[in-house]
């Protein structure tokens, strides 16, 4: 019998073959290469999408991990490509290096997050894989690729955001910079100002974002900038244990789900009642940059992501939140509001455009489908761009308008694995192939 694999929030199972955990890239060639197909990587199993599933081999390269070596001179790092981002923080940390930027949750694997185009927030700094100088590529016939600017230049430019399609990442290459500590700010803000103003706080602020629970008149604004003072040691608990912040957001979608009416007051009261964090004019804690991003989220949701261009995010968050509070489906998960600088990799959703990204999330245990369907029809007409790790409903016919070099990228994608060994059900749909 198949073992099951399912993803973070439990909507998304494969049933494969075989699941192998190879130790080493000669390994990990020798598995792909003589594999029937479809091969797909699971990695910490946080994308909402089906870009996992195969019903023959699942790779998990958890053994594959450690900074393998650096150059702290040129400020690089060459990484195991199943590296968490929870663990990488301290082997950088240790070496006085750090990534330069990150999003607010660390449980994915640094393949993954660099696949699929994961990012933080920041108007001048881009995703991860906009921080990628270089990779090694198992491809289908199990040979490997050394990929940057000046050696399979085209590969390097289509697979920095390829989400397994091109082949296996084995090793990253990132650009880094020296360690640093952010000081977190933030506060309740009036809906209207925050929209007025966002340009301005994306410009002030090294990170700037806000969530807005859309029953509410208020947003939750964070800020992270950089700070000269000691930082401060921060106790995490391990990933997936429940915190009390975390049983109280639970329990407040559970009374939502069956209480309807609720999820209005709810969300108001959550929104007055967000505690120290973001209450004006307390004093920020000053914490080692892989401390300060991430939040431990725990309570299990599913997610669409869009990026729009950067001038169009506040009408277009305003115009989802809108359509929230009136379509009559129950939710109680925030919008999230971020900025993400232009990067050149050719499907990333931030190819030759400064973007917002806007968030929508449902909790894991209520169907999503009918309120993301709203909300993506309004992303649409912002030309937005989907996340590839978070659930749209887009195929070729759409992706190919959105991507200037989409193209290129099958081109390339069509030469490395003529036999479409990469891909399950859900890529062959995004790129039109017939099964």
């Not at 185009?117 to 995703?127: D, I, N, R, V």
């Not at 009642?273 to 307390?282: S, V, W």
Request: aromatic share 10%; hydrophobic share 40%.
């Amino acid at each position: 019998m198949s073992t099951v694999w399912s993803n973070w929030s439990g909507w998304v199972k494969a049933w494969p073959k075989e699941i192998l955990t190879p130790e080493s890239e000669d390994a990990l060639a020798r598995i792909v290469g003589e594999a029937a197909g479809p091969v797909r990587v699971a990695g910490r199993g946080h994308s909402f999408t089906a870009i996992v599933p195969s019903d023959d081999v699942l790779l998990s390269l958890e053994k594959m991990s450690g900074v393998t070596a650096h150059d702290a001179n040129a400020q690089t790092a060459r990484i195991a490509a199943g590296t968490t981002i929870r663990d990488l923080g301290p082997m950088l940390h240790d070496k006085g290096l750090a990534l330069a930027n990150q999003g607010d949750i660390d449980r994915q694997a640094l393949a993954g997050a660099v696949g699929t185009g994961t990012h933080g927030t920041g108007g001048k700094l881009g995703s991860l894989s906009a921080a990628v100088q270089g990779f090694r590529l198992v491809t289908a016939s199990g040979e490997v690729l050394d990929c940057n600017r000046n050696e399979n230049a085209d590969v390097y430019d289509a697979g920095r955001v390829s989400f397994g399609s091109l082949g296996v990442m084995s090793e990253i290459e990132m650009q880094l910079r020296p360690s640093y500590a952010l000081e977190e700010g933030g506060g309740r803000m009036a809906l209207s100002e925050a929209l007025a103003k966002a340009p301005e706080m994306r410009d002030a602020n090294r990170h700037f974002e806000f969530f807005w629970f859309p029953f509410a008149d208020d947003v939750l604004v964070k800020t992270l900038n950089e700070t000269d003072q000691p930082a401060k040691p921060r106790r995490r608990a391990p990933d997936g244990e429940i915190s009390r912040g975390d049983r109280i957001m639970q329990r407040a979608c559970d009374v939502a789900r069956f209480a309807p009416p609720l999820r209005g007051p709810i969300q108001r009261f959550m929104t007055r009642n967000a505690g120290e964090r973001y209450a004006p004019g307390q004093a920020g804690k000053a914490r080692w940059s892989f401390d300060a991003f991430p939040s431990d989220r725990n309570v299990r949701f599913n997610e669409m992501e869009y990026a729009v261009p950067a001038e169009s995010g506040p009408d277009c968050i305003a115009e989802v939140g809108e359509y929230m509070k009136k379509c009559g489906v129950n939710f109680l998960f925030p919008l999230e509001f971020r900025y993400v600088a232009a990067d050149d990799a050719w499907l990333s959703p931030f190819h030759e455009r400064d973007s917002v990204t806007i968030s929508v999330h449902q909790y894991h245990r209520q169907p999503y489908a009918e309120l993301f369907k709203g909300a993506e029809a309004i992303f649409a007409r912002y030309q937005g761009r989907p996340h590839w790790g978070k659930l749209h409903t887009l195929g070729e016919a759409e992706l190919r308008n959105l991507y200037p070099r989409w193209e290129d990228f099958q081109q390339v994608r069509r030469r490395l694995d003529p036999n479409g060994k990469f891909l399950n059900p859900h890529l062959r749909r995004l790129f039109g192939e017939n099964a």
